[in-house]
T-cell receptor, first 115, second 112 residues
């Protein structure tokens, strides 16, 4: 138990569906992250939020839309996804996001399958 | 961003020490060396980090070369639970840098 929870753990959706992934951290951290992990590929950073403000968008397609209503919650809204978007989506948090000494705490991930 | 190079996979026998190497020849003077591992069906978890001196914690030891162009994560007695993908990451000590750049890591297999 890392203090970062993600729901749902598994999601199957069609290309025309709209769904959302939820992440919650109980650690009092100020920075939250979305990563994508495709099969046989390194983790790719997608978005970073620091004190609820988006500070990093790593050239992510607009069919992925993040939302950070407060420092404890992070959402990833999905719409009109493609089969190649099937992957493990990981949420992480850290104390500040800017310190090299920050440790990132990861959730267990949401396994997304796009049909 | 400075890059790290790790072997794709390694094997170890249970109860024996494991030395996981990482090359980072383009490391800058203010880059911290972080290690994370990802157990099957889980997100990555922090293992250890260091700058210049060797570091020890309850999980592992980190040995850093004098020129800092390489480092080694040492698991003193591997257990089956240590089977995971181990990532060596450089983290710049500069304000406003949020990125952790994960490579493909080393998949450690522990044999009973």
């Amino acid at each position: 138990e890392t203090g970062v929870t993600q729901t749902p753990r598994h999601l199957v959706m069609g290309m025309t569906n709209k769904k959302s992934l939820k992440c919650e951290q109980h650690l009092g951290h100020n920075a939250m992250y979305w990563y994508k992990q495709s099969a046989k590929k390194p983790l790719e950073l997608m978005f970073v939020y620091n004190f609820k403000e988006q500070t990093e968008n790593n050239s992510v397609p607009s069919r992925f839309s993040p939302e950070c209503p407060n420092s404890s919650h992070l959402f990833l809204h999905l719409h009109t996804l493609q089969p190649e978007d099937s992957a493990l989506y990981l949420c992480a948090s850290s104390q500040t996001g800017t310190s090299a000494l920050d440790e990132q705490f990861f959730g267990p991930g949401t396994r997304l399958t796009v049909l | 961003d400075a890059k790290t190079t790790q072997p794709n996979s390694m094997e170890s026998n249970e109860e024996e020490p494991v030395h996981l190497p990482c090359n980072h020849s383009t490391i800058s003077g203010t880059d911290y060396i972080h290690w994370y591992r990802q157990l099957p069906s889980q997100g990555p978890e922090y293992v250890i980090h260091g700058l210049t001196s060797n570091v020890n914690n309850r999980m592992a030891s980190l040995a850093i070369a004098e020129d800092r162009k390489s480092s080694t994560l040492i698991l003193h007695r591997a257990t089956l639970r240590d089977a995971a993908v181990y990532y060596c990451i450089l983290r710049p000590l500069t304000s406003g840098t949020y990125k952790y750049i994960f490579g493909t890591g080393t998949r450690l297999k522990v044999l009973a």
